[in-house]
T-cell receptor
Framework: QKEVEQDPGPLSVPEGAIVSLNCTYSNSAFQYFMWYRQYSRKGPELLMYTYSSGNKEDGRFTAQVDKSSKYISLFIRDSQPSDSATYLCAMSSGTASKLTFGTGTRLQVTL | EAGVVQSPRYKIIEKKQPVAFWCNPI?????LYWYLQNLGQGPELLIRYENEEAVDDSQLPKDRFSAERLKGVDSTLKIQPAELGDSAVYLC?????????????FGEGSRLTVL
């Protein structure tokens, strides 16, 4: 069993929809949680960064962390075709520890 | 400000041939990472440098892979000899923070195809 599980999709939604992307994890030591966005043939770029539990909002994006359930989510409101990409969750236990990525969920936002 | 620069973007070689990838991190970023990304998978760490020192190379297959970061800036990753299973994207990343809390900046990657 992988430390971080993520549904690979693909997930197809119409423009304007609310998108929910999720990851589960097994390592209770994880404290730092990230969402990276990766466009085709590009490197990942950091989208959201959260420490410990709680919510964080940035424009149309909201990241949620539920450490008790070992579950993290990324919500995208008013989705746009430009949001079409692969979304990777990533997490770390902190100092000097490696970053563990999920497999990524491919999202397609259609007109 | 320039991002992380990698070259070559694409490389096609025959098995058993050597190959090298180059990375120039963001100016001022002391921490440099090499990741491997297979198709449909998330990146997996190969090696992490703090300045010139490789502080985590536990996932680097040392029988055929080697890396160096002379002078603590640019880095090269070498594979010799390449195998069919090495076909993947090799990503370089850098970060300003040394505590590895996840704020990484990635390059566009070097896509390797081994025939």
């Amino acid at each position: 069993q992988k430390e971080v599980e993520q549904d690979p999709g693909p997930l197809s939604v119409p423009e304007g929809a609310i998108v929910s992307l999720n990851c589960t994890y097994s390592n209770s030591a994880f404290q730092y949680f990230m969402w990276y966005r990766q466009y085709s043939r590009k490197g990942p770029e950091l989208l959201m960064y959260t420490y410990s539990s709680g919510n964080k909002e940035d424009g149309r994006f909201t990241a949620q962390v539920d450490k008790s359930s070992k579950y993290i989510s990324l919500f995208i409101r008013d989705s746009q075709p430009s949001d079409s990409a692969t979304y990777l969750c990533a997490m770390s236990s902190g100092t000097a520890s490696k970053l563990t990525f999920g497999t990524g969920t491919r999202l397609q936002v259609t007109l | 400000e320039a991002g992380v620069v990698q070259s070559p973007r694409y490389k096609i070689i025959e098995k058993k041939q050597p190959v090298a990838f180059w990375c120039n991190p963001i100016s001022g970023h002391n921490t440099l990472y090499w990741y491997l990304q297979n198709l449909g998978q998330g990146p997996e760490l190969l090696i992490r440098y703090e300045n010139e020192e490789a502080v985590d190379d536990s996932q680097l297959p040392k029988d055929r892979f080697s890396a160096e970061r002379l002078k603590g800036v640019d880095s090269t990753l070498k594979i010799q000899p390449a195998e069919l299973g090495d076909s993947a994207v090799y990503l370089c990343a850098s970060s300003l923070r040394t505590d590895n809390t996840g704020e990484l900046f990635f390059g566009e990657g070097s896509r390797l195809t081994v025939l």
